[in-house]
């Protein structure tokens, strides 16, 4: 489909950031002249002074930020059409040269004493940059000389170089084999494995893993050797910034105890056994005598989708939402209402699905919708998001609205637990219940369990690494073959193929990332649940955590909605879910 064939009401309104091409590099002109941080370098040393630096920034960066945006929709209508592409690489370029230019900022309020930076957390003037004062403060001993600083600032583009091999390795140089699909040879890629993976054609979902991990084992070395530099790397930074692990300073940026990370790794080991069971049910539902790691992608109930317009997709959300309010709903409305959200597949578009949200202007949500009921969750989903953004930008000052990444995927999951919940409890369709159940156990599977397995990965290889033990393909592939054996248990045939698994994970290249996943699932699944059992007071908190931003650190803005990380609460009420409905599932089946 053409863009030019879509009826607007399925279009984001990308005027509501600038009327035209013309008035946005109006605004980009004005923004390159308003580039002058340099004037405050060696002058932060006083309150006032600081909160002068501050407030330029503040300003600049509401500019830019709207700039960056209208480029960035632009550019994803259709990435063929070279004019949107030259505008997000000029904006791009320009915030890289003030990140830049602003670089002396850090360096120099970590050089000031703790009394001088606590006069400042506590005066008038900064209330607003308080908690990022407080933080800075913290890195104190963590922050190396302004000369040194420079240093390793010039070393982060070879050093992040990992991620850019392993990609062009991954996307380009893989050399992936033809497979015959849908009657044709056709080039296998990515996306297509993915589609034949959760197909249920046996024969082609074998034919396919092997193929596909054929082409990774041909590489297995050079891959080894890449993640290991990108391990190299970490401990490199961790060593020079002086802390005790890579894990504890990915975690430190965040503002998160080590604690919760391990937390969360022993309570989803502890229930491995829940895995196993349901592992051990899929292979007696199929009828296998052996079942290998490419038969657990396939939903259990064939021919139960959910096939809604997008109108009725989006109708059928509000529904499912009801317990979050009058006030939550009404602000979903005008997702649609006001034209956030641009819906339809067309040709160019950038593919997949997101929301996007900067302050002072309203979220933009691109799907590209399909009747799945994939797609109706990902609406629920991105608005979740969204809804997010917009408390926060409504509610926090402009210093303490962007919320950590930590708890960014709460809210969407909020969203699809309740929308899930609602279709279970009001289906009245035998089927579309057990594809529910399947489709629950799946996302639990998928984001709790298999996310943790990834984390507990990256934490047994970097240790191993910090030890002084070289990293190969073969002591990563044991590693990760063990951890497969352990969360999948026996009724899954462990080959030599999953074992290099590891190999194709792009969030490796960002380093302890993928536990945020299993959290913000636990704290949704943990929120979701107090919403529905106890009403308006659980929603009450709950809008309490969506409009902290990052106002204090990610786990105690949790607590506020009743999801506390630090006890095993959240994890072991997310496992009883994923008990109940591999219970429930079990009966339906029998």
């Not at 204090?552 to 630090?566: C, E, H, I, N, R």
């Amino acid at each position: 489909m053409k863009r030019s064939e879509v009826p607007e009401q399925y279009k984001w309104k990308v005027s509501d950031v600038f009327e035209s091409d013309e008035a946005w590099e109006a605004a980009f002109s004005d923004l390159e002249k308003k580039v002058d941080f340099a004037r405050f370098k060696g002058t932060l040393n006083t309150a006032e002074n600081l909160a002068a630096f501050f407030e330029a920034d503040r300003e600049f960066s509401l500019q830019a930020m709207r700039v960056y945006l209208y480029a960035f929709l632009k550019h994803d209508e259709d990435i063929r059409v070279t004019k949107y592409n030259s505008y997000l690489g000029k904006i791009i370029s320009l915030l890289t040269r003030v990140g830049a230019e602003t670089a002396f900022s850090t360096p120099e309020l970590t050089a000031l004493p703790e009394s001088t930076l606590d006069a400042m957390i506590a005066d008038a003037r900064l209330k607003d940059y308080d908690y990022l004062l407080s933080r800075i403060k913290a890195s104190k001993k963590h922050t190396l000389s302004e000369r040194e600083e420079v240093i390793l600032a010039q070393a982060s583009e070879p050093l992040g170089l990992f991620s850019d091999v392993f990609d062009m390795l991954d996307n380009a140089e893989l050399n992936l084999p033809e497979i015959e699909y849908e009657g044709k040879k056709t080039q296998l890629t990515h996306g297509l494995y993915s589609v034949i993976m959760s197909g249920h054609d046996r024969a082609l979902r074998k034919e396919a893993y092997e193929l596909y991990y054929s082409a990774y084992h041909k590489i297995i070395g050079t891959l080894a050797t890449t993640y290991s530099g990108n391990v190299k790397a970490n401990i490199f930074y961790k060593t020079v910034r002086g802390y005790q692990s890579c894990l504890e300073r990915a975690l430190f940026d965040e503002d998160v105890s080590v604690d919760v990370y391990r937390r969360l790794v022993d309570c989803v080991d502890a229930s491995a056994p829940l895995m196993h069971r349901y592992m051990a049910l899929r292979k007696r539902i199929l009828g296998y005598d052996e079942m290998y790691m490419y038969d657990i992608y396939p939903s259990l109930v064939e021919g139960a989708e959910l096939k809604l317009s997008f109108e009725e997709a989006f109708d059928l959300c509000l529904k499912g939402l009801a317990p979050l309010g009058e006030e939550y709903l009404a602000l979903f409305r005008r997702g649609r209402e006001e034209r956030w959200i641009d819906v339809c597949e067309t040709e160019g578009k950038t593919g997949g699905a997101y929301s996007i949200g900067i302050y002072g202007n309203h979220p933009f949500v691109l799907l590209n919708y399909q009747k799945t009921t994939h797609d109706v969750f990902t609406i629920a989903h991105e608005m979740g998001h969204s809804i997010h953004s917009h408390y926060s930008n409504t509610f926090c000052p402009y210093a303490k609205a962007d919320y950590k990444i930590f708890v960014a995927e709460v809210a969407s999951t909020v969203n699809e637990v309740l929308l899930l919940k609602y279709l279970l409890k009001t289906t009245e369709d035998g089927e579309l219940k057990k594809y529910l159940l399947n489709y629950f156990m799946d996302m639990i599977r998928t984001t709790l369990f298999r996310q943790t397995q990834f984390a507990e990965f990256e934490e047994r290889a970097h240790a191993l690494a910090e030890s002084g033990e070289p990293l190969n393909k073969d002591n990563l592939s044991e590693i990760y073959l063990e951890l497969n054996k352990k969360y999948y248990g026996d009724a899954v045939v462990h080959d030599a193929n999953i074992a290099i698994e590891w190999a194709r994970i792009p969030h490796f290249y960002r380093s302890f990332y993928v536990y945020k996943y299993a959290t913000g699932i636990t704290a949704a699944i943990c929120i979701a649940n107090r919403i529905l059992s106890e009403g308006e007071r659980a929603v009450e908190d709950y809008k309490k955590f969506l409009k902290g931003g990052c106002s204090t650190d990610p786990v105690s803005l949790l607590k506020l909605a009743g999801a506390d990380l630090t006890s095993d609460a959240p994890f072991k009420a997310a496992m009883a879910e994923f008990e109940a409905a591999l219970d429930e599932f079990e009966t339906l089946m029998k």
